[in-house]
């Protein structure tokens, strides 16, 4: 095709820009920029100075705009991009910085499908932004982490479980006092327990409480277990407090022998699933840590390792979870 006309293609691609217009422009700059009439007629004229020249848009997003086409070439794209009617540009530069080819199209698929599926069962709900750049972000945090082989399928959950669903406004009923009974605590591991917490905590104020109650126990007992690539046990409680995360706990870590200390992030929950419910895994502020009376976590998304005491307390062992 003519220079001039794609020049004028591309300037016809006006009003607030979207993924797909972006895919678009993303084309037909790649038309001129392998087009031979592009070096003649522009005089051998510096890509970048010519679109910013002749394209009126500066040449960062010049290279966006390249990027975003080629890494999808396909003809199915545009289909999936007019699927993803909430879909900002922001969210396809987000994923163009996905290096897992498979990893970033199958993220692309499942915000399509949820947009489907928003539209089929959830549409009386209102939201002003269906997912935000943050989701995606902490989303693609979360899969590069775990060790499970994420498919489209999880990915939908873990953005409807996780991200949209606890932003949907509705009219909350009042809340019922939880009163769970007194029940004996599981002590065959850790006997002198007994003798200074009898019951099982029935909330998070009542399992950070008995926390900080059998510390000393597990510290004394060296339970090691494994962190990332870390053997570690328990050191010292550096200090707990009201705002996310709850902790900073100290560690000692192993190679043949005791070799040194870290420092970790600690959020408390009383059921691991809070960790989402109070979302979060929409907090910047680093979690190293889960530690939960009782693990119900059932997102296919993995945002850190889980610590169970009930766990420890029945078994005498600790096995982090991973997702």
Sequence with gaps: MDINKLIEEFKNISGRPTPLKAWNQGKILKSIKENPGYIEQFNYIHFETFVEQHLEITAGKARQYLRIYEIWESKEVPEILKKNKNMLLEHLYTLIKVEDEVRRDRILDAMANVEEYFEKHLKKKKLKTLYREDDIIFLINAISQS???????????????????????????????????????????????????????????????????????????????????????????????????????????????????????VEFEYESINYIKHQHHREFEKCDLIICWVNNWSSPAYYAPILCIKELLETGQINLHYF
Excluded: H
């Design 147 to 265: 060790k499970k082989d994420f498919s489209i399928k999880d990915i939908e959950k873990a953005l409807l479980k996780d991200f949209i669903n606890p932003r949907i406004t509705e009219n909350k009923q009042p809340i019922k006092p939880d009163i769970r009974p007194k029940t004996d605590i599981n002590t065959s591991n850790f006997g002198e327990l007994a003798e200074l917490y009898p019951n099982e905590p029935v909330d998070e104020q009542s399992f950070v409480a008995l926390f900080c109650t059998m510390f000393y126990l597990i510290k004394e007992n060296n339970i090691q277990f494994l962190w990332r690539n870390y053997q570690i046990s328990f050191s010292k409680i550096i200090n707990v407090k009201v705002s996310f995360p709850d902790a900073e706990i100290e560690f000692f870590t192993y190679e043949n022998s005791r070799t040194g200390k870290i420092r970790l992030n």
